[in-house]
Protein backbone atom coordinates (compact mmCIF):
# COMPACT_ATOMS: atom_id res chain seq x y z
CA UNK A 1 0.00 0.00 0.00
CA UNK A 2 1.72 3.28 -1.71
CA UNK A 3 0.87 5.99 1.02
CA UNK A 4 2.60 8.48 -0.67
CA UNK A 5 2.79 8.55 -4.44
CA UNK A 6 4.86 10.66 -6.74
CA UNK A 7 3.04 9.90 -10.30
CA UNK A 8 5.72 11.42 -12.47
CA UNK A 9 8.84 9.35 -12.53
CA UNK A 10 10.93 12.73 -14.22
CA UNK A 11 10.88 16.02 -15.44
CA UNK A 12 12.47 17.87 -17.59
CA UNK A 13 12.33 22.05 -17.62
CA UNK A 14 14.65 24.91 -18.67
CA UNK A 15 16.94 26.56 -17.14
CA UNK A 16 15.39 29.80 -15.21
CA UNK A 17 11.86 28.54 -15.58
CA UNK A 18 9.17 27.07 -12.71
CA UNK A 19 9.90 23.42 -12.10
CA UNK A 20 6.82 22.29 -10.06
CA UNK A 21 7.02 18.54 -8.53
CA UNK A 22 4.04 16.87 -7.53
CA UNK A 23 2.88 14.41 -4.46
CA UNK A 24 -0.04 12.38 -3.41
CA UNK A 25 -0.83 11.10 -0.24
CA UNK A 26 -3.59 8.80 1.49
CA UNK A 27 -3.16 9.05 5.02
CA UNK A 28 -4.86 11.58 7.06
CA UNK A 29 -2.71 11.17 10.00
CA UNK A 30 0.42 12.21 8.28
CA UNK A 31 0.88 15.56 9.99
CA UNK A 32 4.11 16.95 8.56
CA UNK A 33 5.64 16.78 5.08
CA UNK A 34 8.90 16.60 4.18
CA UNK A 35 11.07 17.02 0.61
CA UNK A 36 14.00 15.79 0.52
CA UNK A 37 17.06 16.28 -2.57
CA UNK A 38 18.87 13.07 -3.91
CA UNK A 39 22.13 13.73 -5.58
CA UNK A 40 23.99 10.43 -7.47
CA UNK A 41 25.93 8.41 -4.54
CA UNK A 42 24.82 10.29 -1.80
CA UNK A 43 22.30 10.05 0.86
CA UNK A 44 18.99 12.19 0.73
CA UNK A 45 19.27 15.52 2.17
CA UNK A 46 16.40 17.81 3.79
CA UNK A 47 15.29 20.71 1.79
CA UNK A 48 12.12 21.97 2.72
CA UNK A 49 9.28 20.76 5.32
CA UNK A 50 5.50 21.79 6.15
CA UNK A 51 3.30 21.28 8.88
CA UNK A 52 -0.12 19.98 8.19
CA UNK A 53 -1.81 23.00 9.47
CA UNK A 54 -0.23 25.45 6.96
CA UNK A 55 -1.10 25.47 3.49
CA UNK A 56 2.24 27.55 1.97
CA UNK A 57 6.10 27.48 3.73
CA UNK A 58 8.82 29.21 1.49
CA UNK A 59 12.02 29.41 2.31
CA UNK A 60 14.75 30.92 -0.92
CA UNK A 61 13.75 29.31 -4.44
CA UNK A 62 11.34 26.95 -2.79
CA UNK A 63 8.05 26.68 -1.65
CA UNK A 64 5.83 24.07 -1.10
CA UNK A 65 2.01 24.27 -0.94
CA UNK A 66 -0.09 21.69 0.88
CA UNK A 67 -3.89 20.91 0.17
CA UNK A 68 -5.27 18.75 3.13
CA UNK A 69 -8.90 18.00 1.25
CA UNK A 70 -7.29 17.20 -2.18
CA UNK A 71 -4.27 14.79 0.22
CA UNK A 72 -2.06 16.56 -1.97
CA UNK A 73 1.16 18.75 -2.34
CA UNK A 74 3.73 20.63 -4.43
CA UNK A 75 7.12 21.65 -4.64
CA UNK A 76 7.87 24.98 -6.58
CA UNK A 77 11.14 25.78 -7.64
CA UNK A 78 11.79 28.97 -9.04
CA UNK A 79 14.07 29.93 -10.93
CA UNK A 80 15.70 26.40 -11.65
CA UNK A 81 19.12 26.17 -11.65
CA UNK A 82 20.85 23.27 -13.04
CA UNK A 83 22.19 22.20 -9.28
CA UNK A 84 18.72 21.66 -9.01
CA UNK A 85 19.12 18.52 -11.24
CA UNK A 86 18.28 15.69 -8.91
CA UNK A 87 16.10 12.90 -7.48
CA UNK A 88 13.43 14.89 -5.38
CA UNK A 89 11.30 12.71 -2.59
CA UNK A 90 7.82 13.48 -0.76
CA UNK A 91 8.00 12.37 2.55
CA UNK A 92 4.83 12.24 5.15
CA UNK A 93 5.31 11.86 9.17
CA UNK A 94 2.71 10.74 11.32
CA UNK A 95 3.87 12.78 15.22
CA UNK A 96 0.49 12.97 16.85
CA UNK A 97 0.48 10.02 19.29
CA UNK A 98 3.47 8.91 18.21
CA UNK A 99 5.79 11.03 20.37
CA UNK A 100 9.46 10.01 19.50
CA UNK A 101 8.88 7.33 16.53
CA UNK A 102 8.21 9.73 14.14
CA UNK A 103 8.91 7.41 11.14
CA UNK A 104 9.15 8.61 7.95
CA UNK A 105 7.06 7.51 4.68
CA UNK A 106 9.07 8.39 1.19
CA UNK A 107 7.50 8.46 -2.09
CA UNK A 108 9.14 6.76 -5.16
CA UNK A 109 10.71 9.86 -6.09
CA UNK A 110 10.85 12.35 -9.50
CA UNK A 111 13.97 12.73 -11.07
CA UNK A 112 14.49 16.30 -11.82
CA UNK A 113 16.64 17.44 -14.71
CA UNK A 114 17.26 21.46 -15.55
CA UNK A 115 17.98 22.30 -19.38
CA UNK A 116 20.82 25.04 -19.09
CA UNK B 1 30.39 19.50 11.96
CA UNK B 2 30.97 16.20 10.46
CA UNK B 3 27.77 14.25 8.81
CA UNK B 4 26.89 10.86 9.06
CA UNK B 5 29.84 7.82 8.02
CA UNK B 6 28.53 4.45 6.56
CA UNK B 7 30.89 1.68 5.42
CA UNK B 8 31.25 0.00 3.67
CA UNK B 9 30.30 2.15 0.64
CA UNK B 10 29.73 -1.11 -1.34
CA UNK B 11 29.84 -4.93 -1.31
CA UNK B 12 28.84 -7.66 -3.37
CA UNK B 13 28.61 -11.21 -1.80
CA UNK B 14 26.46 -14.53 -3.08
CA UNK B 15 23.56 -15.69 -2.36
CA UNK B 16 23.39 -16.93 1.67
CA UNK B 17 26.15 -14.99 2.46
CA UNK B 18 25.98 -12.93 5.27
CA UNK B 19 27.08 -9.13 5.68
CA UNK B 20 27.32 -5.95 8.18
CA UNK B 21 27.10 -2.61 7.42
CA UNK B 22 28.36 0.46 10.30
CA UNK B 23 27.15 3.66 10.57
CA UNK B 24 28.31 6.26 13.01
CA UNK B 25 25.97 8.99 13.47
CA UNK B 26 26.13 13.04 13.85
CA UNK B 27 27.80 13.54 17.00
CA UNK B 28 24.63 13.70 19.74
CA UNK B 29 21.98 12.84 17.46
CA UNK B 30 20.19 10.16 19.78
CA UNK B 31 17.95 9.05 17.38
CA UNK B 32 19.31 6.39 14.62
CA UNK B 33 17.58 5.18 11.59
CA UNK B 34 18.37 2.47 8.81
CA UNK B 35 16.70 2.47 5.66
CA UNK B 36 16.62 0.21 2.70
CA UNK B 37 16.18 2.16 -0.59
CA UNK B 38 15.28 -0.82 -3.39
CA UNK B 39 16.02 0.90 -6.62
CA UNK B 40 13.24 2.59 -8.17
CA UNK B 41 11.50 3.28 -4.92
CA UNK B 42 11.70 5.62 -1.93
CA UNK B 43 13.66 4.73 1.12
CA UNK B 44 11.93 2.42 3.55
CA UNK B 45 12.23 2.30 7.05
CA UNK B 46 14.06 -0.76 8.25
CA UNK B 47 14.72 0.06 12.65
CA UNK B 48 14.74 3.30 14.57
CA UNK B 49 16.81 3.51 18.04
CA UNK B 50 16.35 6.06 20.67
CA UNK B 51 19.56 6.08 22.09
CA UNK B 52 20.13 2.38 22.25
CA UNK B 53 17.03 1.00 22.33
CA UNK B 54 14.28 -0.19 19.51
CA UNK B 55 11.60 2.36 19.11
CA UNK B 56 10.32 0.63 15.43
CA UNK B 57 11.20 -2.63 13.91
CA UNK B 58 8.21 -3.18 12.55
CA UNK B 59 9.26 -3.50 9.11
CA UNK B 60 12.52 -5.71 9.87
CA UNK B 61 12.73 -9.15 8.54
CA UNK B 62 13.88 -10.55 11.60
CA UNK B 63 14.79 -13.66 10.15
CA UNK B 64 17.42 -12.46 8.10
CA UNK B 65 18.04 -9.03 9.46
CA UNK B 66 19.48 -7.43 12.90
CA UNK B 67 20.57 -4.29 13.99
CA UNK B 68 22.20 -2.95 17.28
CA UNK B 69 23.22 0.06 18.41
CA UNK B 70 25.95 -0.76 21.42
CA UNK B 71 26.30 2.56 23.70
CA UNK B 72 23.86 4.72 22.10
CA UNK B 73 26.37 5.81 19.27
CA UNK B 74 27.46 3.49 16.68
CA UNK B 75 24.96 1.18 14.75
CA UNK B 76 26.09 -2.14 12.75
CA UNK B 77 22.77 -3.87 10.60
CA UNK B 78 23.57 -7.04 10.09
CA UNK B 79 21.79 -9.63 6.64
CA UNK B 80 22.34 -13.34 7.50
CA UNK B 81 21.68 -15.39 5.11
CA UNK B 82 21.09 -12.79 2.31
CA UNK B 83 18.51 -13.38 -0.74
CA UNK B 84 18.78 -11.92 -4.08
CA UNK B 85 16.11 -8.92 -3.07
CA UNK B 86 18.57 -7.96 -0.39
CA UNK B 87 20.34 -6.09 -3.06
CA UNK B 88 19.43 -2.20 -2.27
CA UNK B 89 21.56 0.58 -0.58
CA UNK B 90 21.20 0.88 3.18
CA UNK B 91 21.12 4.24 4.20
CA UNK B 92 21.48 5.25 7.89
CA UNK B 93 20.24 8.49 9.50
CA UNK B 94 20.25 10.62 12.55
CA UNK B 95 18.18 13.27 14.14
CA UNK B 96 18.43 14.98 17.50
CA UNK B 97 14.99 16.31 17.90
CA UNK B 98 12.32 13.75 18.15
CA UNK B 99 9.01 14.66 19.14
CA UNK B 100 8.99 17.70 17.46
CA UNK B 101 7.43 16.87 13.95
CA UNK B 102 9.16 17.60 10.36
CA UNK B 103 12.33 17.21 11.77
CA UNK B 104 15.29 16.79 9.69
CA UNK B 105 17.11 13.11 9.07
CA UNK B 106 20.41 13.68 8.47
CA UNK B 107 21.18 10.58 5.61
CA UNK B 108 24.79 9.18 5.66
CA UNK B 109 26.19 8.46 2.00
CA UNK B 110 24.58 4.89 1.68
CA UNK B 111 26.18 1.06 1.35
CA UNK B 112 25.16 -0.14 -1.99
CA UNK B 113 24.66 -4.40 -1.74
CA UNK B 114 24.51 -6.39 -5.08
CA UNK B 115 23.40 -9.81 -4.03
CA UNK B 116 24.69 -12.41 -6.38
Known amino acids: DQQVKQNSPSLSVQEGRISILNCDYT??????FLWYKKYPAEGPTFLIS?????DKNEDGRFTVFLNKSAKHLSLHIVPSQPGDSAVYFC???????????????FGTGTRLTIIP | EAGVAQSPRYKIIEKRQSVAFWCNPI?????LYWYQQILGQGPKLLIQ????????DSQLPKDRFSAERLKGVDSTLKIQPAKLEDSAVYLC??????????????FGPGTRLTVL
Open chain 1, 50 to 54: ISSIK
Open chain 1, 91 to 105: AAEAVGSNFGNEKLT
Open chain 2, 93 to 106: ASSSRPGTGGNEQF
Open chain 2, 49 to 56: FQNNGVVD
Open chain 2, 27 to 31: SGHAT
Open chain 1, 27 to 32: NSMFDY
